[in-house]
């Protein structure tokens, strides 16, 4: 399988997507700032909303800004490559090749999912460690920088990797049955607004729940679509 990976990673022009990821990296730390940034220039948000104070409510929304936009970008590379090479037009060359679908549809598919699921982690850690790291010089809260502080964003960080797989596995699964690139990003915003909704009570454990949900679907979705990648064969 990874031969057919270092394949499509010499067929496919990667550039764009690896500029993408870069630039949610920036825009996530820019949100970090702005959210941090709003108890000083309001500060009445202080009284009716202190939560929002907190350096937790801040990374969380990082957490979520970078599950979000991840998603949205695996959704996109998974449409671009899996879903375009089983079109009516490109279908005949898939399934003229010399080796087993499955294996070229699950080559494609970890593609995707190894580099988001890097992507990820780099992007969340980096953006942490910068938006900590400055506190010393930009305080924007007076709340410490704590060692429980950094071990409870470990969980946040794998908990956004099934999240990000999971939720464009299901885009991916929606937006072949439909056949439309557009359905399957559509898809993808509408699954990651629970659990963007659920970060604004700052529970990790409903949105580790949540996470699991979506993973044991996306995992049944996956196997749904190898099975019609074989049934293509006949």
Same mark, same amino acid.
């Given at each position: 399988?990874?031969?057919?990976? *270092? ?8 550039? #764009? ?27 009445? @948000?202080?009284?009716? =909303? ?12 990082? /957490?979520? &800004?970078?599950?979000?936009? /991840? ?8 449409? *671009?490559?899996?879903?375009?090479? +089983? ?67 470990? #969980? ?6 099934? &999240?990000?797989?999971?939720? =464009? !596995? ?10 439309? &690139?557009?359905?399957? &990003?559509? =898809?993808?915003?509408? !699954?990651?607004? @629970? #659990?963007?909704?659920?970060?604004? !009570?700052?529970?990790?454990? $409903? ?8 993973? $044991?679907?996306?995992?049944?979705? +996956?196997? $749904?679509?190898?099975?019609?990648? *074989?049934?293509?064969?006949?």
């Amino acid at each position: 399988m990874f031969k057919l990976m *270092k394949l499509e990673m010499k067929k496919n022009d990667f550039k #764009p997507y690896i500029l993408a990821a870069g630039i949610i990296s920036v825009v996530t730390l820019m949100f970090a700032y702005f959210f941090a940034a709003i108890p000083l220039i309001d500060p009445s @948000v202080r009284e009716g =909303s202190p939560e929002v104070t907190t350096l937790s409510f801040k990374l969380m929304m990082v /957490f979520i &800004l970078n599950t979000a936009a /991840f998603t949205c970008l695996s959704t996109t590379m998974l449409g *671009k490559i899996v879903m375009a090479a +089983y079109q009516e037009k490109n279908g005949y060359l898939i399934l003229s090749y010399p080796i087993q679908r499955k294996k070229i549809l699950v080559s494609k598919i970890w593609l995707v999912i190894l580099l988001n699921t890097l992507w990820t982690i780099v992007s969340i850690t980096v953006v942490d460690i910068i938006f900590l790291g400055t506190q010393s010089w930009l305080p924007f809260s007076n709340e410490p920088v704590t060692v429980g502080l950094l071990v409870d964003q470990i #969980p946040l960080i794998f908990t956004a990797v099934f &999240l990000v797989t999971s939720i =464009s !596995l299901l885009a991916l699964a929606i937006g072949w049955w439909r056949n439309s &690139l557009p359905a399957a &990003l559509f =898809s993808g915003l509408l !699954l990651v607004c @629970v #659990p963007s909704n659920l970060s604004s !009570l700052q529970n990790i454990f $409903l949105i580790i729940v949540v996470a699991a949900i979506y993973t $044991l679907a996306a995992v049944i979705a +996956y196997h $749904l679509m190898v099975n019609k990648v *074989k049934r293509m064969e006949v």
